[in-house]
């Protein structure tokens, strides 16, 4: 069995940062690796190489294996559009929306296909570490499953187990998980990983033990916290308080960045929160945007009506208006680009009940949602300032309207974007401009500051390196790849 699987006590435990650099620490053992996750719920989706899309965490587990993201290893992807429903991406492509309900009613027919895709990488590479969704412990979800212990089943893969103790009850977590579990499923568990230390870890060493001894399972050790992991792009959207805490208070320009209900794709936004010179504002539901911030940014949404009107219910719309009154800017990302526009047209009920909403009406644009979905990587050239960016575009809809004739940037040489007279208002279809080390610089010159230059893409890497040597000194990752009998 070319393959272990780890699942946590819960969501959030830090499985998919501690995989990526399981991944990169077998990387640098010299095995082919690969990373695999049954079923993900997220709505920070990247671009496949095979055209599709998957998990952003999953991509970076893939870059970590120093491989491109592949459509078969995060062959579910839910992508939430309700409180209720969510859209169904099999295999990279939109099959569906439907309610929770549904989806379930689902689950046995789509064992099928992220079997498919398993085997296929299980067949190509030496070792494939799988990663499960939420926890086992929710066992009224058993029957079906195919994101944690159904799937060790059909795949007959034993699992490690990690458990949180940054969140406290780590005991609790891991016996209790234990408890739970059926016999059959407990024999599965090879062992756990207690997450997230801080302190010194033989504080710890009683504890660790009382868990071995009430679970039978051996542990793999303790890891300490790992300070850096911040800097790695944000799976969901839990993650991104951590890019407020991190960012520089003292920095010299505001940039405030709406978080929508819905927001997706919000790994544009890593970049700026590692620049020292930027303030990076994560403005939530309740709080009024900075009246000194340089720029507004808003992002992309999964339910771009939904979230509209999710805006306006925070008063963020009178905000924004006072924002531009003052000379500020705005720059609207996807969803983001499509909210300031006139209209947005639903003829097809794709977000909800079909008709028209009014936008913000700052560009002078209009939206209309249609069933085809633009799913690609691209290179672009940014028209003010004639620099190449490489990014994605993912979304529904066609944008057209006066102000296109301003676009932001070209794409295949076609128009993408709009401007608005006054250049202080922008839009684009664009995602992952900021992660372009020169761009990035030229695009916050506008505001007279002058960032220090860094190599985003090679920080990624170097910290995905420092990942795994803190995995090899805590972790007997030795008896965790014996596992993969």
Known sequence: MPAIMFQGTGSNVGKSVLVAGICRAALQRGLRIAPFKPQNMSNNAAVTCDGGEIGRAQALQARACNLLP?????????????????????????????????????????????LESFNRLKQAYDLVLVEGAGSPAEINLRANDIANMGFAE????????????????????????????????????????????????TLFDDGYQMIADHTGWPGFGVLPWFAEAWRLPAEDAQ??????????ASGKIKIACLCLSRMANFDDLDPLSQLEEVNLVM??????????????????????????????????????????????????ICGGYQMLGRVISDPEGLEGPAGDVEGLGLLDIKTVMQKEKTLREVEATHLETQLVVKGYEIHLGQTTGPDCARPFARIDNQPDGAISADGRVQGSYLHGMFSADAFRAAYLAKFDIKVNSFSYEAHIDETLDGLARHIETYLDLDAIFALAR
């Open 70 to 114: 592949h459509t078969d290893m995060n062959p579910i992807l839910l992508k939430p559009e309700t409180e209720t429903g969510a859209q169904i991406v099999i295999q990279g492509k939109y099959s569906r929306s439907g309610t929770a309900r549904d989806y379930a009613r689902r689950k046995p027919e789509l064992m099928r296909p992220v």
């Open 154 to 201: 059909a795949a007959n893969l034993p699992v490690v187990v990690i458990g949180d103790i940054d969140r406290g009850g780590i005991i609790a977590q891991l016996v209790g998980t234990h408890t739970v579990l059926p016999a059959a499923d407990n024999d599965r568990i090879a062992g756990f990983i207690v997450n997230k230390f801080r302190g010194d870890v």
């Open 239 to 248: 993650d991104i308080r951590g890019l407020a805490a991190n960012s520089t």
């Open 283 to 332: 403005v939530q539901a309740g709080q009024p945007i900075p009246g000194d911030a340089c720029l507004v940014l808003i992002p992309g949404s999964k339910s771009t009506r939904g979230d509209l009107a999710f805006l306006r219910a925070q008063g963020w719309d009178i905000d924004v208006y006072a924002h531009i009154r003052r000379g500020g800017h705005v720059l609207g």
